[in-house]
């Protein structure tokens, strides 16, 4: 009896559950009406932002966005970490052969080797008052170019490879940041969605980061409401956008004058997106700026939930999202892909807003001596998606092989903007 009632009760919350989705579920219009007027409107979503004049000095723009996020003239300097830890980790060859039953080996580990992480970590002092001050913990997965590596099994009798060279560091390093993603492997690994070890299987060497006070960034005595945490200092005028970006930032000082990078490459999805387009605006070291499903500007509607990202912000009196986007491509050696997922239940969908996101594009095209393109895939996922994975692996064995990233290699089929489109049709 009691087993039936609980079978009943269990029912009803999964019915209630998916009504409530099928209710609530992102409906991807060709006809949204989503201009939000710069003082706001009473349609959803449509809060006041602040409008900028069309022309502007930006390397001025630029010194005063630093100085509003980080309260100093210049970029965090430091290039010593908080700690410096190497482990070794499992790494699961996910289709390797002889993990097939008729191969009568243990899958278990038949497919598994080990792969070297260090373990970077960052601490800031967040001070909001003589009286209370935080210290944050940044963690940063540094994995390498695993393309030579090979599950360890024979084939025929000889291994197959007969010798897999093992990870090793390369003069290109991609920063991957996560955004609010939860990882499996935290704390070893931190690599949310494979995205990770896809890159170092293409032959990358991946920094894996995340936002501070999620997943492994994750601390004993977290803030209670993050939003009202935030807004404590942004209310009092002491920079707090820097907690988001400094990671990062040091976090390029230390590949580049310690680990001997040559080239550093940003990419990150949703809060990691967003990360990415703030730093890349800020740091012209970036070469290539890879932002997916982060942000979209503040006259369209609904543009996000997170306190960082609201549009009424003190630095966004400085500069816009669209501003932004400018600086990421500002020099003419810089190039700044932004992706977005024409269904994204999530955030920054791009059905219905083709025509307006092509529009911000000129306005970024012409201002910019380097090149920005926004390219909308199909996708009805806030996650890296097939195609994205397509032009991204491009991209980035153009930079790792020193060769120059060029406006044509931007254009790709699977962009669903019409006037890319019209190219290739
Ligand atoms: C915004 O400005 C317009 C034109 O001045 C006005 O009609 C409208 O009421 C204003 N909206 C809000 C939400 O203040
Ligand atoms: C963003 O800033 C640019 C340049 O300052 C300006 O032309 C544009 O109208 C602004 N857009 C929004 C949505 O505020
Ligand atoms: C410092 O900030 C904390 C947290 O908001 C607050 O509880 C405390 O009263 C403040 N102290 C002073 C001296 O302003
Ligand atoms: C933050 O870390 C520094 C250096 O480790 C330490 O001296 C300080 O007491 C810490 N502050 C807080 C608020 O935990
Ligand atoms: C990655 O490692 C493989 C195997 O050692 C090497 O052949 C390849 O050139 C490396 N890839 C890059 C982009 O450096």
Redesign the pocket.
């Known amino acids: 009896m009691a087993r039936s009632l609980n079978t009943v009760l269990v029912h009803c919350v999964v019915s209630v559950t998916l009504l409530w989705r099928r209710g609530s579920a992102f409906v991807c219009s060709s006809e949204w009406q989503d201009f939000c007027p710069a003082n706001g409107s009473k349609q959803t979503g449509c809060t006041p932002y602040n409008l900028l004049p069309p022309e502007v000095d930006w390397l001025q723009l630029r010194k005063r966005l630093v100085k509003e996020m980080f309260g100093e003239d210049y970029l965090p300097m430091d290039n010593r970490p908080?700690s410096v830890t190497h482990t070794v980790v499992p790494h699961r060859f996910p289709d390797c052969l002889a993990a097939l039953p008729r191969w009568g080996t243990s899958p278990a580990t038949v497919c598994e080797k080990l792969i070297p992480v260090t373990e970077i970590v960052w601490?800031m002092?967040a001070?909001l008052n003589a009286t209370y001050?935080?210290?944050i913990t940044s963690k940063v997965f540094l994995t390498l170019n695993s393309s030579g590596w090979a599950p360890g099994y024979s084939i025929w009798g000889a291994d197959e490879p007969e010798a897999p060279e093992p990870p090793h560091r390369g003069k290109t390093l991609v920063i991957f940041h996560h955004g609010h993603g939860g990882s499996k492997g935290c704390p070893n690994y931190g690599d949310t969605d494979g995205t990770g070890d896809w890159l170092n299987q293409l032959g990358m060497d991946v920094a894996t980061m995340m936002m501070p006070f999620f997943d492994c960034n994750t601390m004993v005595h977290q803030p209670g409401s993050l939003h009202a945490w935030f807004k404590l200092f942004e209310d009092q005028r002491i920079p707090w956008v820097r907690f988001f970006l400094e990671p990062v930032i040091k976090t390029i000082n230390f590949a580049k004058e310690r680990l001997g990078y040559e080239r550093v490459i940003l990419a990150g999805l949703s809060g990691g997106g967003w990360t990415t387009t703030l730093v890349a605006a800020l740091d012209p070291r970036i070469e290539l700026s890879i932002p997916m499903a982060g942000s979209i500007p503040c006259d369209f509607r609904l543009t996000s939930k997170d306190f960082e990202q609201f549009c009424n912000l003190h630095w966004t009196g400085i500069g816009n999202y669209t501003a932004l986007y400018v600086l990421a491509a500002l020099e003419p050696h810089r190039t700044s892909l932004q992706l977005l997922h024409e269904a994204d239940p999530c955030c920054f969908h791009g059905c219905g807003r083709h025509r307006r996101i092509q529009e911000y594009g000129d306005f970024v095209r012409a201002r910019s001596a380097g090149h920005f393109r926004t390219v909308v895939t199909e996708g009805n996922l806030h996650l890296v998606n097939p195609r994205e994975k397509i032009i991204i692996g491009t991209l980035l064995y153009k930079m790792a092989r020193g060769q120059a990233v060029t406006a044509a290699d931007l254009l790709t089929p699977f962009d669903l903007l019409r006037e890319v489109d019209a190219i290739y049709s």
Do not use: E, I
């Open positions: 908080h601490q002092t001070r001050a935080k210290n």
